[in-house]
């Protein structure tokens, strides 16, 4: 019988079976936080956690000469929370970006770096502790290291991108776009945390038939 470490991957997914899987998405506590008086609250409970799936969103652009917003959510979660900071509405930024400075706390997502030039926008701080999963993936012989490829391959389920291009400064969120924030982050933690039960390197696709 062939373990989950033994179990192969492929380097991609078929879109055509990626859009047969089932829809996922985080299914813990959301804390929304949107005012200053929640921040202590939530950094505690951040703070005792050793590894968060990280992401941001931003409000889209659709015209070249647009400015590009800086992020205006970050998101933060475990397994069984999520953490929505909508950044635009407090003014105690440094201090929720101390989480991202702390050598305690490893944090995961794809392409990070972006995220945090986006941030640095906002106010300047030193990332710490930052886990490409792309990079990982991309290591490992895998050539589509996006999130929906990625969900697909080791958690056998396909995300929703439906909120994606919404209106990330609007204040209240939208239900589609809160739940849609979430999974993005939990996501990221999910994927790393099967990848890394996994040996080897991705097995070659099968050629498509002309």
């Known amino acids: 019988m062939t373990s989950t470490a033994d179990a192969p991957f492929p380097e991609r997914m078929s879109k055509d079976i990626l859009r047969e899987l ?6 813990g506590k ?4 949107r005012d200053d008086s ?6 505690k409970s951040i703070r005792r956690e050793k590894i968060l ?7 889209p652009t659709f015209r070249r000469e647009d400015e590009v917003r800086p992020p205006a959510l970050l998101q933060l979660a ?6 929505l900071f909508q950044l635009r509405q407090l003014t105690r930024i440094k201090e929720v970006f101390e989480i991202l400075s702390d050598l305690g706390i490893e944090k995961v997502g794809v392409a990070p770096h972006d995220d945090i030039k986006g941030l640095n926008r906002i106010t300047g701080f030193a990332a710490k502790r930052f886990i490409d999963l792309g990079a990982i993936a991309s290591q490992r012989g895998i050539i589509t290291t996006g999130l929906r490829n990625l969900a ?3 958690l056998n389920g396909r995300i929703s991108k439906a909120a994606q291009v919404t209106n990330w400064e609007q204040n209240p969120l939208t239900k589609k776009q809160i739940r849609y924030a979430a999974t993005d982050a939990w ?4 994927i790393y945390e099967e990848l ?7 097995v070659p696709s099968a050629p498509v038939e002309q």
């Open 53 to 59: 799936g990280f992401d941001t969103e931003s409000k």
């Open 196 to 202: 890394s039960k996994r040996t080897g390197q991705a």
């Open 78 to 83: 475990t397994n069984e929370t999520a953490w």
């Open 152 to 154: 697909g391959m080791f």
């Open 187 to 190: 996501i990221s933690l999910r």
């Open 22 to 27: 089932p829809l996922i998405h985080f299914e």
């Open 30 to 33: 959301i804390v929304i936080i």
């Open 38 to 43: 929640q921040v202590d609250e939530a950094l």
